[in-house]
């Protein structure tokens, strides 16, 4: 097989109503197609050409106080830097129904919708015939940035992000969640589920697999040890940049898993119970963790340009789990339930954003606008979030008008399993009508 040709249709309709569909031709392999939505674009889309990318950077359960206290205590020098040329507040995660759930939010993050508008409400779903299966890719009702981006005609990377397998179709590539084994077998495994992989469509272009090599079959160690877990999201960055070098993007979302795992099983070793006896040698595991994922971010920041926009982004913070020993699954020392661990990291730097100073907070929908306006495209007024105003300088609070709506379809007859011929019959459609444009994504 390989030598697979993607090409890239942007059809473009009346302006009143926009409808653009991203379209892949496939030369072979029908069987494991990846799925495919088309976003459909109500009203005109004013979009401005961007000087640089976005990066929008997901560090699951890193929670603002622990952060400000790890760069006020001196343990995180590059946070402390990027604090100096960032806009930094808080993302409000409440609004994906309590108690926070990692999921939700990340999906919430992406798609900018409720939860119940983009449907992925939990790890996993009960199928009608009483099955109960990861939520996958198209369990997603609603256009994520990547769809969006993609269908206005820019390029995009989604690396790792909670829920995207099997990797779908956009413009630039996909590395799912389920490319790393180990994750795909936790997720599962947190369900009791079997998991249900295959490497070939854990990541699109498929053709990128031998580029970005594989994950080195890391697990997560046995005592909560903070080497180990930083290893686990070095490797996630290390695939992104490999991506990111093989097929440059506009917008790159990455996350990173580890630090949950670290808070869950060694919370602990930072805030004992009141009498707890605490094992292994005093050593704060979720305080080391931070310290060496500084070195992560400063590997990150280093690969930035001037123009390039960062945003930081968390899911919920964490507490000590006060059931222990209460037949509660035994690893979990921290857990994220009340409502004070519903408060997230959100930090903003680039050339539109305020440096060195403390925002207020944004809601968790607030994200898909946001990234949207700094990679140069229109928000929508189905979005219930908001471009948020504040971290940006004053003379750069002109912001797109945004279109009526972004939905999407998958395409007909396209599921996870099974993939039809409709896929090569619409590019041939498309052809005829000289709505493909054999170069790529047309610009704007
Ligand atoms: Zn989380």
Redesign the pocket.
Known sequence: MSSVTNRIAVWVGAASALLVAVVLGSGCDRSAQPPMATVVIKGEATTRPAKGRVILFGV??LGPGLLDEMVEGGHTPTFARLYEMAAVGTLDVRPTVMP?L?PR?WASIATGQIPREHGIVDWADILPDGRVVLFSTSDRKAPAIWNVVSALGRRVAVVNWLMTYPAEVVNGFVISDRYDLMWAEREASQSNVETRRDVGRAVYPSSLIPRIGKVKGLKPPAVPIAAEYEAIDREILRMAMAGLREIPVDVALIYMRAF?EVCHTAWYSHEPLPGMKVEGNGVDVVVEYLERFDWILAELLSTLEPEDHLVIVS??GFEPNPRLGDGEAPHLQGI?ESDHTATATLILAGPRIQKGVRIGMASVFDVMPTVLELAGLPSARNLPGKVFAEAFLPEEREFLPPVESYTQTWSEGQSDDEATEADAAIMERLRSLGYIDEKGPRDP
Do not use: L, Q, V
Request: no cysteine; hydrophobic share 20%.
């Open positions: 699951d359960a926070p990692s939010i949950d899911d919920h994220h």
